[in-house]
């Protein structure tokens, strides 16, 4: 008869609910990655309107002052894409916080177990050498009382 560990579905339960944190925990930080780069093509898109704008200014056409205003009127509307798409962000930046800190603790739960069930096992290994040196010794008692 082996080792068997007492809490050991409790021990392979924490571990399935650190590995779903873990999960949850990388899904948090990709969305919070994809909304970085979509504010990053946002600013893009602001930039470059910018950059359309002083072409224009420098060509001195006439009809560029609607192009230019239109412009113009496109990057308003991407600052407020862009404010309403940081407050999103500021949500899934606290939600990723969140998700590390449930990860932190399924992990510190599981470790504590396994740091149990590694002192069990010790103590197991520890009775088990101590019961062979009995046997061993009862043995040799034994060898020795014969041999008088």
């Known amino acids: 008869m ?17 590995d779903e944190a873990q999960r949850a925990f990388s899904e948090a930080r990709q969305k ?18 910018r950059e359309e704008i002083a072409s ?4 001195g056409e006439a009809h560029s002052v609607s192009s230019i205003l239109e412009r113009e009127a496109f990057i308003r ?5 862009i404010k309403n798409h940081r ?4 949500s899934l930046q606290q939600d990723l916080e969140e998700k590390q800190e449930a990860l932190v603790l399924a992990l510190r739960e599981r470790k504590t177990l396994e740091k149990l069930k590694e ?3 010790r103590e197991y290994d520890m009775e088990v050498a101590r019961k062979e040196a009995l046997f061993l010794d009862e ?10």
């Open 77 to 81: 509307g991407q600052a407020l894409r």
């Open 2 to 18: 082996g080792f068997k560990f007492s809490l050991e579905t409790v021990l392979r339960h924490r571990k399935r609910l650190e």
């Open 56 to 59: 224009l200014q420098n060509s």
């Open 32 to 49: 919070l990655e994809d909304a970085k780069r979509h504010l990053e093509f946002l600013y893009s898109q602001v930039d470059r309107s």
């Open 87 to 90: 407050e999103a962000m500021r």
């Open 139 to 148: 043995i040799a008692t034994m060898r020795a009382g014969g041999r008088r």
């Open 119 to 121: 002192k069990k096992k």
